[in-house]
Nanobody, 128 residues
């Protein structure tokens, strides 16, 4: 079965950290750009971070820059999102998504580009 599976979400206090994982099953992540999106209740989906297929370029939304770090390891067929200094406004369902992009050294946060695989989402709740 071809799928992306997110894990690592949970409930944490403000200022704490979480590390989300995005594991591919049934296909290899090599040659795919990967992005993380999130959606809070009643709000639009927000692209928050991406990493190019080679791993050489990353991008972040202003809302998370300096606090979140995206990474990938093709040998493990997995990408991660390290989230530090979490705030209550980071509460959302987090999704990873892919787009086949082997020749592009860059990535972007435009959700409509990610027409490959999407995970089912993992809930992150930040509350005291």
């Amino acid at each position: 079965q071809l799928q992306l599976v997110e894990s690592g979400g949970g409930v944490v206090q403000p200022g704490k950290s979480l590390k989300l994982s995005c594991a591919a099953s049934g296909f290899t992540l090599q040659h795919y750009a990967i992005a993380w999106f999130r959606q809070a209740p009643g709000q639009e989906r927000e692209g928050i971070s991406c990493i190019s297929s080679t791993g050489g370029h990353t991008d972040y939304a202003p809302s998370v820059e300096g606090r979140f770090t995206i990474s990938r390891e093709n040998a493990k067929n997995t990408a991660w999102l390290q989230m530090n200094s979490l705030k209550p406004e980071d509460t959302a369902v987090y999704y990873c998504a892919t787009v086949w992009d082997p020749l592009n050294p860059f990535c972007d946060l435009l959700g409509s580009r990610y027409d490959g695989y999407w995970g089912q989402g993992t809930q992150v709740s930040v509350s005291s």
